[in-house]
């Protein structure tokens, strides 16, 4: 059974710190993992893909990961209010069709 | 260019019944996968087409069936309504299928009483 492990939260953190997501996962064969943002009544949207090794930066978006590992985080910089959210991991299945994802966590950016 | 969209966008139906929803996907893509998602278990795969052919089902009962058409518009059907169908259904459209990004629609809101 493919599973992703997240905390659920809720995470807190003061506006302009550094949120710290993370996520596991059980199938080492998974190539492809990505990070949704999905606010509160709406639905998930993407935020960051990864596909290997490494870091991944995009504007104040830091996807890492380790594939020995099984991890993938999601870094936040200089957190505002509006990324006040659940964040949810996601990865493919061994065929490719098919995203398993986490339960989420969810981030609180207080003012 | 325009998003996913769903429709109905929100649904209320009773025990026993059947009810269809519907999804674009973004001009070009050619993969469409539908999910459910509730509070207790989170974002579930249903099941996913690419080029009007289901290449992988989820774990969930023979109530659930979709479609694809040839213009990618996908279809979800489900029959026998349970309360515990009551989820929001979600359907995300990629280019290629597989494991690139996926965008997600609005979602369906489906309430069984």
């Known amino acids: 059974q493919k599973e992703v492990e997240q905390n659920s939260g809720p995470l807190s953190v003061p506006e302009g710190a550094i949120a710290s997501l993370n996520c596991t996962y059980s199938d080492r064969v998974s190539q492809s993992f990505f990070w949704y943002r999905q606010y509160s009544g709406k639905s998930p949207e993407l935020i960051m893909s990864?596909?290997?090794?490494g870091d991944k930066e995009d504007g104040r978006f830091t996807a890492q990961l380790n594939k020995a590992s099984q991890y993938v985080s999601l870094l936040i910089r200089d957190s505002q209010p509006s990324d006040s959210a659940t964040y949810l991991c996601a990865f493919d299945n061994q065929a490719g069709t098919a995203l398993i994802f986490g339960k989420g966590t969810t981030l609180s950016v207080s003012s | 260019k325009a998003g996913v969209t769903q429709t109905p966008r929100y649904l209320i139906k009773t025990r026993g019944q059947q009810v269809t929803l519907s999804c674009s996907p973004i001009?070009?893509?050619?993969?469409v996968s539908w999910y459910q998602q509730t509070p207790g278990q989170g974002l579930q795969f249903l099941f996913e087409?690419?080029?009007?052919?289901?290449?992988n089902k989820g774990n969930f009962p023979g109530r659930f069936s979709g479609r694809q058409f040839s213009n990618s518009r996908s279809e979800m059907n489900v029959s026998t309504l349970e309360l515990g169908d009551s989820a929001l259904y979600l359907c995300a459209s990629s280019l290629a299928g597989g494991p690139s990004e996926q965008y997600f629609g609005p979602g369906t809101r489906l309430t069984v009483t």
């Open positions: 087409y690419f080029s009007e052919t289901q290449r």
């Open positions: 990864i596909y290997s090794n």
């Open positions: 001009s070009g893509h050619r993969s």
